[in-house]
């Protein structure tokens, strides 16, 4: 033990033994490091791992207008819709109706677009909902909202990578959503699939004269001069868009989706001289039989065996004509929309006249009562109503361009044909029966059979005498 001397009294210090020889339970003497935390290991950071940057793969814009060449045969028609033409011009065209996109002189090119409001979009715009594309006599449709694909009305289900080929030449294939059609002479038209509309994409074959086609994406031609693209039909230019957006409106005579939609009529039409066909073969047989016998020998049983196999010859006969009439209708569409002579414009109109008088009974019966609903008649009658004021609007059409052409050809000193239509017929009546649009009448039409003429005799023409009386039919008899 120590003491230390502190003054007043003694200070005890444990020695060194002493304080070794302690109980280990008892409490250290605490100082002053004591009472500091316990230090804490920190981890060291590890070093940052450098990545190189990831190869970014550029994305194509979505609608490569940018890309389009000025060099006067490429043009679109996208979005809702913007319009690009051959020259680079670009321009709006949000009108609700079908627009005429191209259309070849000669002929053997037409692109129409359907534009349409869309559900989900704005509701001041319009998109490109179908397309229809005529290479030739062939009419392909495309309709973007369904995702269907017909071609002269039959339906093509193609897969990507899959093609088919064109009675005319050129091919129809899909590439990936898009569908591309390229006619013989080297035209293309790509359809891009944008989900519930589509885009509308033509090339022209690098063979097409200057100007040969136009239409309503602008005049295709060999220069880059975007200041001449906007070509009426008549040929003049326009710089007011507007006015030319709705210079190419499709026509009611002149629309492929009428085209494609004929092909329903005529399939039933087609079904009809089918059925027609197989049941007149199930009573040739028992009918021919019975045609053969002496007619003093001919049972009861023959009798009605050939009453059955007449009927059913009859019935055959009619649906024939009736198919023939759709063929008809079809032909003057596609001669409508190409070059048509001054003697084709004639055929074509003696053709609509004799048509229309096929049908016109018909359509007159079926629509003349005071409670007409076409929704309640039959897919046959309603057809029968669709292709007889298809008919009416072409006879009115041809009657109108017929007169043009016979005026053309008098101010140029060419003769006109003394039997003309419009000479035997007249000009065109807006209120006759020939060119009015089907409506309800009241009671059924009164059908005024011409009295028949005596054998061997002929009618002269009315006349009138200068009095005002005197005149009449005079018949002379042989």
């Known amino acids: 033990m120590s003491q230390v001397n502190a003054g007043a009294g003694f200070v005890y210090v444990p020695s060194f033994s ?42 194509p814009p979505r609608y490569q207008t940018s890309e389009l060449k000025a060099d006067g045969l490429k043009a679109c028609s996208w979005g809702d819709p913007h319009f690009v033409s051959g020259d680079g011009r670009k321009w709006d065209n949000m009108l609700l109706a079908d627009i005429v996109l191209a259309r070849s002189k000669a002929g053997d090119l037409e692109i129409q677009s359907r534009q349409e409001k869309v559900a989900g979009q704005s509701n001041g715009v319009t998109f490109n909902t179908e397309a229809a594309v005529r290479f030739g006599k062939e009419v392909i449709r495309y309709d973007g909202k369904s995702n269907t694909l017909t071609l002269d009305g039959r339906k093509l289900d193609l897969k990507p990578g899959q093609t088919v080929a064109l009675d005319g030449g050129g091919f129809i294939e899909k590439v ?40 309503g994406l602008g005049r295709f031609d060999a220069d880059t001069d975007a200041g001449n693209d906007l070509v009426m039909r008549d040929g003049s230019q326009t710089q007011d868009v507007d006015k030319f957006n709705s210079e190419w409106v499709v026509g009611a005579s002149e629309s492929l989706f009428g085209l494609a939609d004929r092909e329903t009529g005529k399939g039933a039409a087609q079904a009809r001289v089918d059925q027609a066909e197989a049941k007149l073969a199930g009573l040739a047989e028992a009918g021919e039989a019975a045609l053969r016998k002496n007619p003093m020998a001919r049972t009861v049983g023959d009798k009605a065996a050939i009453t059955a196999y007449e009927a059913a010859n009859r019935e055959l006969d009619e649906a024939r004509q009736d198919l023939q009439v759709f063929e008809n209708d079809r032909t003057r569409v596609l001669a409508m929309q190409g070059v048509a002579s001054y003697e084709q414009l004639h055929d074509l109109l003696l053709q609509a006249i004799a048509d229309r008088g096929r049908y016109q009974p018909r359509a007159m019966a079926l629509s003349a009562t005071s409670s007409f609903d076409p929704g309640a008649l039959s897919a046959a009658d309603q057809d029968v109503l669709a292709l007889f004021q298809r008919i009416q609007e072409q006879e009115k059409e041809l009657r109108r361009r017929l007169e043009e052409a016979e005026a053309s050809r008098k101010s140029a000193g060419q003769p006109v044909p003394r039997t003309t239509p419009t000479r035997m017929l007249g000009p065109v009546n807006p209120g006759s029966n020939a060119t009015r649009v089907l409506r309800p009448t009241l009671g059924a039409p ?22 005002g009386g005197g005149g009449g039919v005079r018949a002379t008899f042989r």
Not at 184 to 205: F, M, N, P, R, W
Not at 450 to 467: G, I, K, L
């Open 18 to 59: 002493e304080v070794s020889q302690r109980p280990q339970t008892q409490a250290p003497i605490p100082t002053e490091q004591s009472f500091l935390p316990e230090p804490k290991l920190v981890e060291p950071r590890p070093e940052p791992v450098i990545k190189p940057d990831p190869v970014v793969t550029p994305t």
């Open 446 to 467: 009164q059908v005024v059979q011409a009295p028949a003429a005596p054998p061997n005799a002929f009618s002269a023409p009315v006349t009138e005498s200068a009095a």
């Open 176 to 215: 990936g959503n898009d569908i591309r059609m390229v006619s013989a002479k080297g035209d293309e038209v790509t359809i891009k699939e944008q989900g519930g509309y589509i885009d509308i994409h033509v090339t022209l074959s690098a063979g097409r004269g200057d100007g040969e086609v136009t239409g």
